[in-house]
Nanobody, 118 residues
Framework: QVQLVESGGGLVQAGGSLRLSCAAS????????MAWFRQAPGKEREFAAR???????YYADSVKGRFTISRDNAKNTVYLQMNSLKPEDTAVYYC????????????WGQGTQVTVSS
């Protein structure tokens, strides 16, 4: 069982930056595929960024070039650095983990609110 706890959300003006953190429990964090999703008010949850256990990353087009996902396996933590934030980035951001890339993400955090004012 993996427990995920996000932090770092808040209110920021358009053009600003935030860094989200997701701390994971467990001793095999480095082997997990980690991702960030987000859910805006009235919309379905959508994928934002992903970090494979081997270190490769992948981004949704909507955040590519502005967001950076990274991980510190020694600290069991994955980060999402968000730059050049836009009002449309306003959402609850969720950290997710899965052991097998062929499976759905099976572990989720409680979410952290990001609000970008115009």
């Amino acid at each position: 069982q993996v427990q995920l706890v996000e932090s770092g959300g808040g209110l920021v003006q358009a053009g600003g930056s935030l860094r989200l953190s997701c701390a994971a429990s467990g001793r095999t964090f480095s082997t997990y595929d980690m991702a960030w999703f987000r859910q805006a008010p009235g919309k379905e949850r959508e994928f934002a960024a992903r970090s494979w256990s081997g270190g490769a990353t992948y981004y949704a087009d909507s955040v590519k070039g502005r967001f950076t996902i990274s991980r510190d396996n020694a600290k069991n933590t994955v980060y999402l650095q968000m730059n050049s934030l836009k009002p449309e980035d306003t959402a609850v951001y969720y950290c997710a983990a899965r052991k097998n890339v062929l499976n759905k993400y099976e572990y989720w955090g409680q979410g952290t609110q990001v609000t970008v004012s115009s």
